[in-house]
């Protein structure tokens, strides 16, 4: 009497097998091709391809190996710095005749060292950039996380670079724009990818790292000029509300795009893509 239940089972795991052979010999194919048209090619042809070969090889294990490692993501960082000993605003003169420097440039100047030189910066990466046969990591399950953490630290710093040049570094807005404020906000400005050649002439630019490195160098210039006195910090309540409120617009905006995010992904309401607006935010 179960014999045509058992049957029917069988016939949908007979299709399901044929399926996922279909499907592995689909993925083989390009590559067994490949090999037949190798084989019959002279050692001209070979090197150059088993070159590339082992250059893709490489790259994709150094693309795993940054993304998969990270050396950024302390839960005790706010611990490491005690600005709790300060008993002066920012640009007071202290006993020794100096001023007091900045603590949001002392952290964002540190932020911006662990994104780009105590870590590697992931999306500058050519193969990062090149996706998964065409497919952009972000759109898949793997390699996009630590990006999009160093990208959501980034917004920060860009964000915190903005309102340093237009508002904390200028007395009530209307003081001259430092100098090193503004240039340090051009470059955390610059783009999240850039790597050393681009496909657009001069086809060489400087990466996004460099630039950050050129805004942290601006930014404890900045702090140094604080120190001697040389240099404006409009330290007052309402900058610093208006500072928190625009970074909380920005981060506030996640739960609006995970909503729009459920809404479109499927009938389950699930979708792959949350886990990066949480390494995000």
Same mark, same amino acid.
């Not at 190798?38 to 490489?58: E, M, Q, T």
């Not at 940054?66 to 000993?85: A, G, H, L, M, N």
């Not at 990466?207 to 120190?227: I, V």
């Given at each position: 009497?179960?014999?045509?239940?058992?049957? =029917?089972? *069988?016939? %949908?795991?007979?299709?399901?097998?044929?399926?996922?052979?279909?499907? $592995?010999?689909?993925?083989?194919?390009?590559?067994?091709?490949?090999?037949?048209?190798?084989?019959?090619?002279?050692?001209?042809?070979?090197?150059?391809? =088993?070159?590339?070969?082992? *250059?893709?090889?490489?790259?994709?294990?150094?693309?795993?190996?940054?993304?998969?490692?990270?050396?950024?993501?302390?839960?005790?960082?706010?611990?490491?710095?005690?600005?709790?000993?300060?008993?002066?605003?920012?640009?007071?003169?202290?006993?020794?005749?100096?001023?007091?420097?900045?603590?949001?440039?002392?952290?964002?100047?540190?932020? %911006?060292?662990?994104?780009?030189?105590?870590?590697?910066?992931?999306?500058?990466?050519?193969?990062?950039?090149?996706?998964?046969?065409?497919?952009?990591?972000?759109?898949?399950?793997?390699?996009?996380?630590?990006?999009?953490?160093?990208?959501? $630290?980034?917004?920060?710093?860009?964000?915190?670079?903005?309102?340093?040049?237009?508002?904390?570094?200028?007395?009530?807005?209307?003081?001259? %724009?430092?100098?090193?404020?503004?240039?340090?906000?051009?470059?955390?400005?610059?783009?999240?990818?850039?790597?050393?050649?681009?496909?657009?002439?001069?086809?060489?630019?400087?990466?996004?790292?460099?630039?950050?490195?050129?805004?942290?160098?601006?930014?404890?210039? =900045?702090?140094?000029?604080?120190?001697?006195?040389?240099?404006?910090?409009? *330290?007052?309540?309402?900058?610093?509300?208006?500072?928190?409120?625009?970074?909380?617009?920005?981060?506030?905006?996640?739960?609006?795009?995970?909503?729009?995010?459920?809404?479109? *992904?499927? =009938?389950?309401?699930?979708?792959?893509?949350?886990?990066?607006?949480?390494?995000?935010?």
């Amino acid at each position: 009497m179960l014999d045509p239940v058992f049957a =029917f089972f *069988a016939g %949908i795991l007979r299709a399901i097998g044929r399926g996922f052979r279909w499907l $592995i010999a689909t993925i083989i194919w390009p590559f067994a091709a490949f090999r037949r048209w190798l084989r019959g090619r002279g050692w001209f042809i070979k090197i150059p391809v =088993f070159a590339i070969l082992v *250059a893709l090889v490489i790259g994709y294990g150094y693309l795993f190996y940054i993304t998969q490692f990270w050396y950024s993501d302390d839960p005790e960082y706010v611990e490491s710095f005690d600005f709790r000993k300060t008993s002066v605003g920012v640009g007071e003169r202290l006993p020794d005749n100096t001023c007091q420097s900045s603590a949001i440039v002392v952290v964002a100047s540190d932020l %911006i060292d662990r994104n780009v030189n105590t870590d590697t910066w992931v999306s500058s990466n050519p193969l990062s950039k090149a996706g998964l046969f065409g497919i952009e990591w972000k759109d898949t399950p793997f390699f996009d996380n630590k990006a999009a953490f160093q990208l959501g $630290i980034n917004q920060a710093l860009r964000r915190t670079a903005i309102e340093l040049v237009d508002r904390l570094g200028r007395v009530r807005g209307t003081s001259s %724009i430092n100098q090193n404020l503004q240039e340090a906000r051009e470059a955390m400005n610059y783009r999240e990818d850039a790597w050393y050649a681009t496909f657009s002439p001069p086809f060489l630019q400087p990466t996004t790292q460099s630039r950050m490195r050129d805004a942290r160098r601006k930014l404890l210039a =900045f702090n140094q000029e604080l120190s001697r006195c040389q240099a404006d910090f409009d *330290a007052r309540s309402d900058n610093l509300m208006q500072f928190i409120d625009r970074v909380t617009g920005d981060v506030g905006s996640t739960s609006e795009i995970i909503q729009r995010r459920l809404e479109a *992904a499927s =009938f389950i309401g699930f979708d792959r893509r949350a886990d990066d607006r949480f390494w995000f935010t």
